[in-house]
């Protein structure tokens, strides 16, 4: 019986371990990582706006290309502001990249305005009395778009740190598991 539960856990063990790696190699592979830093703001904005594009840790001039503004050339540190094409479509997201020294890193640029607000109706309200008349406004607004959850615009990349800390944590959870597992079996022996 102690050795089905020690097997038990083991494989509760290594069934975890089995699934938190192909996560880890997927948001290695999605995530590249460059040699410089790179930022547009605001990441969601109007038709006929202004971005600004910054890059960091580049020692030449920068440029930033998009379907939704001009190649832009950003100086060795610095940033430029683009501006947006009027003809952008609402809701759509456009890729930008950013290439310094060869190096290529992109980012998602939103365009605000998913759906037009729908334009309120005024309703007329009539009582009894045919001398009074009561006018009443109710406006509907639906929100422009969809609610876009996520990591908030903090996250840039993993890097292998973080990953081998991942790793450690699950794996110590796996041994933390077989320890208790074994001690408890050893304590309830007959």
């Keep these: 019986m102690r050795a089905i539960r020690a097997a038990s856990a083991a ?6 371990l089995a699934l938190t790696t192909p996560a880890v ?10 040699p410089f830093g790179f930022a547009v703001t605001p990441s969601v904005i109007a038709a006929g706006g202004q971005v600004t594009l910054t890059v960091t840790g580049c020692s030449s001039t920068a440029t930033a290309e998009s379907g939704v503004f001009d190649d832009t050339p950003i100086p060795s540190g610095g940033s430029a502001r683009a501006t947006i094409f009027w003809d952008a479509k609402p809701g759509a997201m ?7 020294n060869g190096e290529e890193g992109t980012t998602d640029l939103t365009i605000a305005g998913g759906t037009p607000a729908p334009t309120p109706t005024p309703t007329r309200t ?3 009395s045919p001398t009074r008349t009561a006018t009443t406004s ?3 607004i639906a929100p422009p778009g969809g609610v876009k959850g996520g990591l908030g615009g ?3 990349g993993m ?3 973080e990953l081998a800390i991942g790793t450690g944590l699950v794996a110590a959870a796996a041994v933390g598991t077989v320890l208790v597992v074994r001690r408890r079996s050893a304590s309830r022996q007959h």
């Design 25 to 34: 190699a997927m948001a290695t592979a999605a995530a590249p990582v460059t």
């Design 11 to 16: 494989l509760l063990g290594a069934a975890a």
């Design 94 to 100: 456009y890729e930008v990249t950013f290439t310094c």
């Design 154 to 156: 903090s996250f840039i």
């Design 126 to 128: 009539v009582t009894a």
């Design 138 to 140: 109710s406006t509907a």
């Design 159 to 161: 890097n292998g740190t």
